[in-house]
């Protein structure tokens, strides 16, 4: 029996410091802080893999780290995965390692073809390049106001021509949901998860998108797909770190 494909990410991996006061400090004010938490825990004790293609051996005190590149993609054996994502960032070294996966693909039947999806987060105009290339493509809210749409669904009408055919595109709007638009032209909404307090969001981006890569590759329907990632995005802002959510990814 084959061994069950995983999921291969590629972008940045960094390590968020979070200071918890009792109350906002007052402007030009000096504060004495003692970090309630540190977490240095290795990502492997969440069961996430890391893959060295850089030769960094000590990243977390590294500086500077250099982006992966084509050449340093070209190692990896893509037969172990059937869903690549990419946050986009060095976006032409990314576009020459998304057809490294399109050759490779070019090559397999359909069921066995590695999924493609990119995000497109930050405002910057190489990064638009992505667009065509990815068979999921997420866009951010930011983006979508920089091109000067006020709605998810504005968004999506208005940037599908940028997208490959036959692709998804999703854009979430913060506590209004997220909305998706598929080849069949229909918009797929999902409402927000507000959680009962609102205590820390950093990361709710990425969560969503987790979930909703998550439920599209283990066959769930683009509906389902985002109301997991506006449910996981939700749970997320309501608790600090990140420790709680593995529970909601299930086998």
């Known amino acids: 029996m084959e061994q069950q494909k995983k999921t291969l990410c590629v972008g940045l991996v960094c390590l968020d410091i979070i200071n918890v006061v009792d109350k906002y400090p007052e402007e030009d004010t000096d504060s004495r802080l003692a970090p309630r938490m540190l977490v240095t825990r290795a990502t492997a004790e969440r069961g996430i893999e890391s893959l ?3 030769g960094s051996t000590n990243q977390t005190e590294r500086r500077n780290l250099p982006d992966v ?3 340093d993609f070209s190692k990896v054996d893509l037969h172990q995965f059937k869903w690549i994502h990419w946050e986009g ?3 032409q070294e990314q576009v020459k390692m998304i057809q490294q996966v399109v050759m490779y693909n070019s090559t397999l039947p359909q069921q066995q ?3 493609v999806s990119v995000e497109i987060e930050k405002t910057r105009e190489p990064l638009y390049q992505l667009f065509p290339h990815g068979d999921v493509v997420f866009v951010s809210k930011d983006v979508a106001r920089h091109f000067g749409f006020q709605s998810a669904e504005a968004a999506l009408r208005g940037l599908y021509s940028r997208v490959k055919q036959g692709a998804v595109l999703v854009c979430a709007w913060a506590e209004k949901g997220a909305d998706a638009l598929g080849p069949d032209g229909v918009i797929v909404h999902s409402d927000a998860f507000p959680p009962e307090s609102l205590v820390d969001t950093l990361g709710a981006g990425d969560t969503f998108n987790a979930a909703v890569i998550y439920t599209l590759s283990n066959g769930g ?18 608790f600090h770190g990140y420790d709680d959510i593995g529970k909601y990814f299930t086998k």
């Open 52 to 54: 060295n293609l850089n």
């Open 69 to 71: 590149t084509a050449e």
């Open 89 to 91: 960032r060095n976006a």
């Open 113 to 115: 073809k590695i999924t």
């Open 221 to 238: 329907s683009l509906q389902d797909a985002l109301a997991f990632g506006c449910k996981v995005a939700g749970r997320k802002c309501g």
